[in-house]
């Protein structure tokens, strides 16, 4: 991606749909891919309500689809950010009830339409959520050990390791299997987000066709056996037991870790 820049607890980068597609698929360390769709300076919260009311949503979804909107914010001088995520939602709903004739629901469970309002010390951002569920679920895990790691976070202890996907590696400590799964599926080439839908498949104007070419060429890149010994152990039987599901759920053959 081009103009990559590190920032507070992410980074930025500049991309098409396809590479938005791409991001959410193939990143094994990011926990959202988020859009930004809006920015300005603001003084009050009515400048909030101006804001969400001037973005075009209707470009990614409309009254058909329900919504949740979530607020964060650092310095912000704000005295309520629950009030400041209520104008940000009437300002998205009445832009739609004003273009299409109705407002759409809201649902803070499973939402169509996901939106981030950031607020920092003079200004707001508001982000198209096209991730859906947290990408560290990958959707292979149902049993977690005392101390579960997220798969992100599992991934990250690799990347910082300098673990070579082609050596051998050993996990002392292995609990219900995420470091290795991770591990594997690097090593074979399986796309974090190959078995997992994701929140842009909701969106208006989705092209599934497009989509489905993406993960079919995903799939015709892995690999059927590593190249290198991947094991683990651990004094827990019940987590040994759990990472033997987790791994039979990652498609993985009994034989690769």
Sequence with gaps: FENVE?????????????????ANLYSRLATRILVQVSH???MTED????LAYDTPWEQWFGAEHTLRVDTSAIKSPMKSLMFCNLKAKDGICDRLRDREG?????????P???VHLFLSSDSATLYLDTSGESLFKRGWRLDKGEAPLRENLAAGILALSGWDPSMPLYDPFCGSGTILIE???ITLGIPPGISRPFGFERLRDHDYRYWQDIKEDARSRI???PDNILAGVDLDTQALDAARRNIERAGLAPDII
Excluded: L
């Design 47 to 50: 400048d909030i309500y101006e």
């Design 223 to 225: 690999a059927t056996q």
């Design 183 to 185: 591990a594997a599926w």
């Design 112 to 114: 169509d339409a996901k």
């Design 40 to 42: 300005a300076a603001i």
């Design 102 to 110: 109705e407002r759409p629901s809201i649902d803070t469970v499973r």
């Design 6 to 22: 590190k920032g507070r607890a992410g980074c930025a980068f500049n991309s098409d749909w396809m590479g938005i597609m791409r």
